[in-house]
């Protein structure tokens, strides 16, 4: 069973950064693409960016486009998030995921595509 932690959320003003880590145990790190997702109060969950299994291809949602950069580094096991620029339209709850086996880059956008969860970490972004 794979789990994941995510760290690095906080309360923040706008315009500062924040990076945004999590670590997986339990599978091989490397044979998975990995996202990242949000949801804030009263809304969906919202998918922000993903990664392939060596890092060579990412994608972002476009309202985290340029300001976000997902990254990984398979022998720690660890998927990141930088932040920058953040907006109070970041304000939500983040979560780190493991995509199905199999599943390509054209999935990635939609929380289906991926099987295991972390519990998330919280960001808040003050105006």
């Known amino acids: 069973q794979v789990q994941l932690v995510e760290s690095g959320g906080g309360l923040v003003q706008a315009g500062v950064s924040l990076r945004l880590s999590c670590v997986a145990s339990?599978?091989?790190?490397?044979?998975?693409?990995m996202g990242w997702f949000r949801q804030a109060p009263g809304k969906e969950r919202e998918f922000v960016a993903a990664?392939?299994?060596?890092?060579?291809?990412?994608e972002y949602a476009d309202s985290v486009q340029g300001r976000f950069t997902i990254s990984r580094d398979n022998a720690k096991n660890t998927v990141y998030l930088q932040m920058n620029s953040l907006k109070p339209d970041d304000t939500a709850a983040y979560y780190c995921?493991?995509?199905?086996?199999?599943?390509?880059?054209?999935?990635?956008?939609?929380?289906?595509?991926?099987?295991?969860w972390g519990h998330g970490t919280q960001v808040t972004v003050s105006s």
């Open positions: 339990g599978g091989t790190f490397s044979s998975n693409a």
């Open positions: 995921a493991v995509a199905r086996d199999g599943i390509t880059s054209r999935g990635w956008r939609s929380d289906k595509a991926y099987r295991y």
């Open positions: 990664i392939s299994r060596f890092g060579g291809t990412t």
